[in-house]
Each structure stands twice: as structure tokens, then as C-alpha cells.
């Protein structure tokens, strides 16, 4: 709870900073933050499932509070975005140190998937914090379509396909029939990141537009499936009521 309330201070401070700045870049690395604390918070919260000494509580306590302090910081003195990299990369060492997905990964079906996608995301919070220390996070860097994209669309939206099949059922009181096919949007969502990512070192334009209109294609293909398993998840229940009755 305390890790999710240090990520809505990041999210209003993220507020205040575009307000007093009149600039939307200012707010990116809280607004960021806001996203990976929630995300954290909530694997945080599974990892009680793991025995954890109290030194790596700790640790995590002061990660999530250099990510706060450094986000605040970068806002205001661009300087400190190399301090909020850190963060991000101590976060994501943690994380893949930590989280019970290093455990259930070795299991099948819905919970080897969800376990995949979270241990991707947090290779792709990895590279971010990589390309943000050598200064991929800066306002007008070469590297900074890659160190954000890395960022919000392969450790956030990994997540997101990973969570889906557990909340939205829980949202919709309707029941979505998971598959393996659920694997495919997962690919290509890594492929074309790679693809746009690894644009900026080929020099090749083309490579960052095909990313893009990966990047945009696959989430696009990832809600039509949610959509059409929750419908087929739908239909077998009536199904099964029909049967019964």
C-alpha cells in the first residue's frame, strides 16, 4: 500500500510539474514513475508467496524512493534523469531477482504465460534504464524513441498482457477462454519493439516506421483477441447453463 501511494504522489507531482512548467516533457519521468510503482506495488504484493529477507525489503523501500526523489528532480534539473535510470535499473534487477514469475515460469498453460510476459517486461525496464544512462531519457536524444518506447510500450505493456487475462474477467464478470495463440501478440509486441529499438544503431528509418506500425498493430490484434475469447468464454457458459437446465 505504501508503494501505491508513493506512485499517485508520483503521478500528482508529475501534474505539478506540467502545470508550473508549461511542458509535457517535464512530467515524463514522474507520470513513468507512476506507472512502474503501480506495477511494482502490485508484484510487491505477490512476492510475499517468496521468502524475502528483510535487507531485500529495504532495498526495494529505497528503490522506490530514488525512483520518486529522481523522477521529482529530472522534472525540474535534467541532470538527474541519469539518477532516475539507476533507479530504473536497480527496479528491474529486483524485480527479476525477486518476483515469484522466476518460480512460475516453470509451470504450464495461463500461468507459465503470465510469468513470460512479466519476467520479458522486466528485460525491457533493463534496456530503458540503459538507454536512459547513456542519456536515451534526455529531451532531443537520438535514443530517446527507444529508451521510451522500451519503457512504456515493452515493460508496461508486458505487464498489461500479462495481467488481461486475470483482470478483465474480473472487470467483466465474464470469463476468457485463454489459449497459447495469446503467445502471438507477446512476439510480436518483443519483435517489433526490437525492431524500432534497434533502428537507432542501423541508421535505418524504415526500421523505426515498420516498429511503430508494429508496435500499433499487435495491440491492436491483442484487444480483438481479448474481445473474441471473452465472447467464446461467454457462449460456453450459456452453453453449459442450457445443458444444465
Not at 111 to 116: E, F, I, K, L
Amino acid at each position: 500500500m505504501a508503494t501505491l501511494a508513493i506512485a499517485a504522489i508520483a503521478w500528482l507531482l508529475g501534474n505539478l510539474l506540467w502545470w508550473g512548467s508549461g511542458s509535457l516533457i517535464a512530467a515524463v519521468p514522474a507520470w513513468s514513475a507512476f506507472l512502474i510503482l503501480t506495477i511494482a506495488g502490485e508484484r510487491l504484493e505477490l512476492s510475499r508467496f517468496v521468502p524475502t529477507s528483510h535487507a531485500s525489503r529495504v532495498a526495494f523501500g529505497a528503490i522506490t524512493t530514488l525512483l520518486l526523489l529522481s523522477a521529482t528532480a529530472a522534472g525540474i534539473y535534467p541532470e538527474a534523469l541519469n539518477t532516475y535510470a539507476l533507479a530504473l535499473l536497480l527496479l528491474a534487477g529486483w524485480l527479476l531477482r525477486y518476483d515469484i514469475a522466476r518460480r512460475t515460469v516453470r509451470m504450464q498453460g495461463l500461468t507459465r504465460y503470465m510469468a513470460v510476459c512479466l519476467l520479458s517486461g522486466y528485460l525491457w525496464l533493463g534496456v530503458a534504464a540503459v538507454l536512459g544512462l547513456a542519456g536515451g531519457l534526455a529531451s532531443g536524444s537520438l535514443l530517446r524513441d527507444a529508451a521510451l518506447h522500451a519503457l512504456l510500450l515493452g515493460f508496461v505493456f508486458a505487464m498489461v498482457f500479462g495481467h488481461a487475462p486475470v483482470i478483465v474477467p474480473a472487470l467483466t464478470r465474464l470469463r476468457l477462454r485463454w489459449h497459447a495463440g495469446f503467445y502471438l501478440p507477446l512476439v510480436l509486441l518483443h519483435g517489433s519493439l526490437a525492431l524500432r529499438v534497434l533502428s537507432v544503431w542501423s541508421g535505418e528509418f524504415a526500421w523505426r516506421q515498420w516498429g511503430g506500425l508494429g508496435n500499433a498493430l499487435v495491440l491492436l490484434l491483442f484487444v480483438v483477441m481479448v474481445l473474441e475469447s471473452l465472447q467464446a468464454g461467454r457462449q460456453s457458459k450459456e452453453k453449459m447453463r442450457a445443458h444444465i437446465t
